[in-house]
């Protein structure tokens, strides 16, 4: 289980295999190359960190991950939570976060979470991504219109409002490149897809804004150089209450790293036919994040487009990850004098266009016509993480979510009188057909349907009073109840006591193993009595019998209890 694929799969890599993985890797190394640079940047961080990431997460996760495809490095997912983070706790405060969020994800590889995306509901994810989307647009305005707005709020009502006041600052050239580098992006596949329309759109921008020396913000510019050297690492200072302060944003990188990384395995498990190991791919994320921000790198998750390309241009194994992260190393050592002087329009563009790809505009329009719960959860998310922050509608989404379903859950089990049903016999019914069934005078036979827990507790005690005239046995039917929590188990024990007050006998039918371990765990199993509990209704009918002291009706052998009848 905790293997990486990489060591899977070394003793079967052939020479074609590694050629084409090798291939791959340097064209995967390239596609990433502006969007490391681009994503590092958004996030309030200086854009070599992007690079660092990309090349740290890309070598971890394809060394020591799951899938054999997966590519690793900073998301557009990140960049919300990364920018709040360093507003509001700096450089460090990020460091620290991400490194908490790294132990978290190798905990919950470790612990086996690795279907923690089966827990998600689609609604929540797809409201916070398409979020998500809007708020990394919106950043990108005063880039792509080179506005020059100095210190742009974090806050999206607020930057609007700035942007608005902002109209006259427009700088032209800086528009001209932005709409370029767009329109060369998004019709460049017509052309070729082998080269990515990304880079294309840098390099041509680049060169139209130094030859004509046009009045354009680069990298350089803004950031000063790119590095040249790969940074030594460093422990980022530490402290109790800092710590304490940034669980929830470590809690929700963590939580935005494992599902991003899982889907973008699930989605390469069915492009290639293979299938990924979700607890290793946690771990490796883990690892990644952990050592990441040693070195001054961003949150790490993998990245479902640059797995995507890689998988088409022949990437199979974990060497094309390996290989990725090894084209972005030397690129960086080699060509850093030349990156900073890329136009920040370009960039710009580069990201709206990422935007538009993570906004999943036609599943969050498809979403709007599910039932009304849905559409609740969805358009909560997503408000609260295009006005609020990224945690809080991570939350508030998953606790909409889980309120939504008890509700629902609530709705579907039910308890109901079936005495009459059972009295209202047919001649030409089978034996085992409920309508078969005789009622002795003074039992009431209840049915409750649906698991038997706190969302529909409420509901069975407030049917189970309404009987006018108490019955002398009370037979509980729990042929459909797979699961009973401590309010069921409570409820069921308040009626125990209040039908032995009465000197009403109460007895259970149909109950499941569940159920029966519950009781039993509860000491309800002992003072209910086993004589009591049967697996189904012809043998509580017949101990109803014998305790009013008439002739059984049932089978002509003894009923067997519930206990007997589970062990065999």
């Keep these: 289980m905790f293997k ?11 020479r074609t295999q590694l050629l084409n993985d090798f291939s791959a890797g340097i064209i995967v190394g390239i596609v990433a190359l502006p969007l490391a640079i681009a994503f590092g940047i958004a996030s309030g961080v200086s854009p070599e960190k992007g690079l660092i990431t990309a090349i740290i997460g890309g070598f971890i996760v394809a060394f020591l991950g799951g899938s054999r495809v997966q590519i690793g490095g900073p998301t557009g ?22 490194l908490m969020a790294g132990v978290i994800l190798v905990i919950m590889g470790f612990a086996q979470l690795g279907s923690i995306i089966k827990f998600i509901p689609y609604p929540v994810v797809v409201g916070f991504t398409s979020g998500i989307a809007v708020v990394i647009f919106s950043s990108q305005i005063n880039d792509f219109f080179g506005m020059k707005i100095e210190n742009l709020p974090a806050d999206f009502i607020e930057k ?9 600052s427009i700088n032209y050239p800086t528009l001209f490149i932005g709409l370029l580098s767009l329109a060369i992006i998004l019709f460049w596949p017509k052309v070729s897809r082998k080269i990515p ?5 840098i390099i041509i921008s680049t060169i139209l804004v130094q030859a004509f020396n046009m009045n354009v913000d680069t990298i350089e510019s803004r950031f000063g150089s790119i590095p040249s050297s790969f940074p030594a690492p460093s422990l980022p200072e530490i402290n109790y209450d800092l710590i304490k302060q940034l669980i929830p944003s470590a809690t929700t990188i963590a939580i935005l790293a494992a599902i991003e990384a899982l889907l973008s395995a699930v989605v390469a498990d069915g492009m290639i036919g293979s299938k990924h190991k979700s607890n290793m791919e946690l771990v490796a994320n883990g690892v990644a994040n952990i ?9 790490v998750t993998g990245a479902i487009a640059r797995t995507a390309t890689n998988i088409k241009n022949g990437g199979r194994t974990p060497v094309a990850g390996i290989v990725h992260a090894v084209t972005l190393l030397g690129i960086m050592l080699l060509l850093g004098q030349w990156a900073k002087l890329i136009p920040m329009a370009s960039l710009a563009a580069v990201l709206i266009v990422v935007a538009y790809n993570m906004s999943e505009y036609h599943v969050f329009k498809r979403l709007l016509k599910s ?4 559409v609740a959860v969805l358009l909560t998310t997503f408000g609260l993480t295009v006005i609020f922050d990224l945690t809080i509608a991570i939350q508030v989404g998953m606790i909409l979510a889980a309120i939504l379903f008890i509700r629902r859950m609530a709705n579907v089990a039910n308890v109901s009188i079936i005495t009459r049903e059972l009295q209202d016999s047919e001649e030409g019914e089978e034996k085992s057909d409920i309508h078969k069934k005789t009622v002795p005078d003074g039992v009431e036979v209840y049915e409750i349907n649906g698991p038997f827990f706190f969302g529909a507790a409420a509901k069975f005690k407030e049917i189970m009073r309404q009987v006018e005239n108490p019955p002398k046995i009370l037979i509980l039917r729990m042929r459909n109840v797979l699961a009973m929590d401590a309010s069921g188990l409570n409820l069921l024990n308040e009626i125990f006591r209040e039908n032995k007050k009465a000197n009403i006998q109460l007895i259970l039918s149909g109950v499941h193993a569940q159920p029966l371990y519950a009781l039993t765990k509860y000491n309800l199993y002992d003072e209910i009595g086993e004589e009591n509990m049967f697996g189904n209704i012809d043998d509580a009918l017949d101990r109803a019998r014998e305790l009013l002291g008439l002739p059984k009706k049932g089978r002509p052998d003894d009923f067997t209890p519930v206990v007997k009848r589970e062990m065999e």
């Design 4 to 14: 990486p694929k990489f060591f899977t799969l070394l003793p079967r890599m052939t």
């Design 371 to 374: 039932p009304r719960s849905d």
């Design 197 to 201: 329309g990304s880079i294309i759109a």
């Design 77 to 98: 997912a990140f960049i919300i939570i990364v920018y709040g983070i360093v507003q509001q706790f700096g450089v460090n405060g990020l460091i620290v976060a991400t």
């Design 291 to 299: 050592v990441s921000p040693l070195f001054g790198g961003i949150p």
């Design 160 to 168: 609007w409002v700035e942007y608005l006041n902002h109209l006259s």
